[in-house]
């Protein structure tokens, strides 16, 4: 299996390029403009790798993304949920569905929260074991902390609240089901727009370390959870409206879908 990280220090991004050269396929996850669409393109042909796949772990809302240009370069649709209502050419994901790359199965799982669309892939080696390895947790869980719940454009007190409790069902009902050995490999670290005060500048760790360590993890209940969230929320980027447009394919003025966020 072929495993690079693929980070952006200064805003706090990783992005993954996945694959199994033995059948020479890979998959992309969360491609960053900083990086550029040709540098992944160019990454997998070193290792001797075709990209078969993009996937969005969400529409970002800090950062812009590279899957519409990587897939126009491509001529490869980008992978994401169906809540994403993207205006470039897409493939929904839906919950449970597997993407395979040769021996490298990453079963998709929605995990709504930091926002309605937001995906985690739990990833195994099918050649190695049929039990999860690791897992690519999008912006649900963060080491040292969690996705923040407030960046979707044009939502209220409420609303926020609702997806502080999405997020918490996505928490403790799905991602911490996995076993503790199970590495988390999120898509931001450091000190990114996208989550709390408490997020590590080392970007990986495990679903154990964080059970037992991370904060936001340890309120007991629900009503604790959201407490500890929202009592701590960052003010938000200013340009998080702009930027979640630009990764819709949206112009400043064009009107979003209208079942889009
Ligand atoms: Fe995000």
Request: contains cysteine; hydrophobic residues 40%; charged residues 20%.
């Amino acid at each position: 299996m072929v495993f690079l990280p693929i980070l952006d220090p200064v805003l706090g991004c990783a992005s993954y390029l996945l694959g199994d050269d033995a059948v020479g396929t890979a998959v992309v996850v969360d491609p960053l403009e900083a990086v550029g669409a040709d540098a992944y393109i160019v990454r997998a042909a070193e290792h001797g790798l075709a990209i078969e796949h993009i996937v969005e772990s969400h529409v970002h809302a800090d950062h812009a993304s590279a899957a519409a240009a990587l897939g126009a370069a491509l001529r490869l649709p980008v992978s994401l949920h169906p809540d994403a209502h993207p205006t470039y050419p897409h493939r929904p994901l839906a919950d449970g569905e597997e993407i395979a790359v040769g021996s490298l199965a990453l079963t998709v799982w929605h995990t709504p929260g930091h926002t309605p669309d937001s995906l985690s892939l739990v990833a195994r080696d099918t050649t190695r074991s049929q039990t999860p390895w690791f897992a690519l947790t999008g912006d649900a869980l963060f080491v040292g902390d969690v996705g923040r719940p407030d960046l979707v454009e044009g939502e209220g007190e409420e609303a926020v609240r609702a997806a502080a409790a999405s997020l918490y069902r996505s928490l403790h009902q799905r991602l911490l089901t996995l076993p503790d050995e199970v590495e988390i490999y999120p898509a931001h670290y450091g000190a990114s727009a996208c989550g709390g005060l408490f997020m590590s500048r080392k970007p990986w760790s495990t679903v154990g370390f964080e059970r037992r360590a991370n904060r936001a993890l340890q309120a007991p209940d629900e009503q604790s959870f959201l407490r500890h969230v929202l009592g701590l929320l960052k003010p938000p980027p200013p340009d998080a409206r702009a930027l979640r447009r630009r990764n819709l394919g949206l112009g400043p003025d064009t009107p979003a879908p209208e079942a889009g966020p």
